[in-house]
């Protein structure tokens, strides 16, 4: 399996981290990663996480300003694709088509060849802009998994509930993660 990861400069880019370190425990599924420089950024202010230790996760690291690696074109297979977090302005590229960088040309490649792209889009509040992209990304086949927060499964630690995050996300790609507490039921 090959999977594509996107961090961007959203708040929360330790979720990116997690979710490579998660996927390194898998040598089956080969990751390609890319940063944008809103999350370099983001790492640097909201984070101690050097960007050697996060790109050591990943199995390829891609320049976002290489429009001709690999995963620009289709005719490289990939399973997908997972931006997270997802800045307002990835989410606004991805939704319209406009591929400036690797990481928004890797998710349109997606789109175009019918493969899973999951976005992790994280702002707050929302504005009717930041809405109405997030459902043009829907309505054009994005999976929309916004990092809410979880109260039914004893999250009781961001930790927890990054995991939960990370959790629903593998879910799309039929990727087991024994960290992930699902719901049970309540009798
Ligand atoms: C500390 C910090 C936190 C930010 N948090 C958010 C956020 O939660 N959501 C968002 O859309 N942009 C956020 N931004 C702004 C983005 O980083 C900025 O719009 C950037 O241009 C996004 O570009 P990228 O998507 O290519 O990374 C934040 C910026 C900084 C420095």
Known sequence: MRLIIGISGASGVVMGYHMLKVLKQIPEIETHLILTEGAIKNFECETEILIDDVTVLADVVHSNKNLAASISSGSFKTDGMVVIPCSMKTVSGIASGYATNLLIRAADVCIKEGRKVVIVPREMPMSRI???????????????????????????SVEKQVNHIIGKILMQFNIEFKDFVPWEGCE
């Not at 997030?134 to 999250?155: H, Q, R, W």
Request: proline share 7%.
């Open 130 to 156: 930041h809405l109405r992209n997030i459902k043009e990304a829907a309505d054009n086949g994005c999976i929309v998994i916004p990092p809410m927060l979880t109260f039914y499964n004893g999250s009781n």
